[in-house]
């Protein structure tokens, strides 16, 4: 039996918003149950010490409301602490990241209609076979969208692409903001209450071969803001894992990171966790770890 890191992102029921895959609040408290009996669920904190046990540590990426609501509840009522990771830039700039822009507007168009959009407007060859990373959807179309609007299109075309159709469903982006990210307070309380919070960038972006500036721009920028409300972060998780570029990131980010007193990663690779003390640890996502564990 190996060691885990589970790999969440939205625990609620879908209601609406059908551009996301969300775990419930019922399945994520079962999953928490099923992996306790083979594994001690501990904190990211602790993964260095020595057990007799093979170990968990649950992963919460991008710092959405919803996992104050429903996911921080449960644990908290299970005496569990988990790993949150939270984005600054939704605070300090009011900045929504493209994917979740992307992941609100796929919730109120179809996804026929949203390839249509994007068909006729932008150069889509060779989507088929760029948009693999995301096999995991099953819809081919979204699976094209997402390629197009994550990856493939500049972030200033996609940024007035989405925001026409983003601004005709939503009030305003600092209602969205509100409704829909953690805010100060509530990463706080979290905090508080025994969870960890990590550093998971400013404004969401893949790395960009650039490791002094992504450095400065998306984690530190991060981390000071966590700093600010009272929080030393210790742990990093890259968004989309780094991107395409993520062995590059590896290669020329980790050293800062040691430096700069981050004790460890997590990417978005499948696989387990050895015991050998790597920095970079890849997770399970929740979706998968029935067949696996
Ligand atoms: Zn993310």
Redesign the pocket.
């Known amino acids: 039996m190996n060691n885990v890191a589970v790999m969440y992102h939205y625990v609620r029921e879908p209601d609406h918003w059908n551009g996301i895959v969300p775990l419930s609040p019922k399945h994520f408290e079962d999953q928490i149950d099923y992996i306790s009996r083979t594994h001690n669920i501990i904190s990211v904190n602790d993964i260095r010490r020595k057990h007799t046990k093979p170990w968990c540590v649950l992963t919460f990426?991008?710092g959405t409301k919803d996992q104050y609501t429903f996911a921080f509840d449960i644990l908290k009522r299970k005496g569990i602490s988990a790993y949150f990771t939270v984005m600054s830039g939704p605070a300090i700039s009011q900045d929504i990241p493209l994917?979740h822009l992307v992941h609100s507007v796929l919730s109120f168009i179809s996804d026929e209609e949203m390839w249509e959009r994007i068909n006729n407007k932008f150069d889509t060859r060779g989507v088929e076979g760029e948009s693999q990373i995301y096999s995991y959807e099953k819809n081919i179309l979204r699976r094209y969208n997402k390629y197009m609007l994550n990856f493939k299109l500049s972030e200033t075309e996609v940024g007035m692409f989405l925001q026409d159709i983003f601004n005709t469903h939503f009030l305003s982006k600092e209602e969205f903001i509100k409704d829909f990210y953690l805010n100060a307070a509530e990463i706080k309380e979290m905090h508080n209450a025994g969870m960890e919070i990590g550093i998971?960038g400013n404004r969401?972006l893949p790395y960009n071969l650039d490791p002094q500036t992504f450095y400065r721009e998306e984690i530190d920028t991060c981390k000071k803001w966590l700093c600010s409300i009272g929080i030393e972060p210790r742990w990093y998780t890259p968004?989309f894992g780094g991107g395409k570029n993520f062995h590059e990131m590896r290669n020329q980010l980790t050293s800062i990171l040691i430096s700069n007193g981050i004790n460890g990663a997590f990417t978005t690779q499948k696989g387990f966790i050895s015991d050998n003390q790597d920095f970079w640890m890849n997770r399970i996502d929740c979706n998968q770890i029935k067949q696996l564990i």
């Open positions: 990426d991008d994917v998971h969401h968004p």
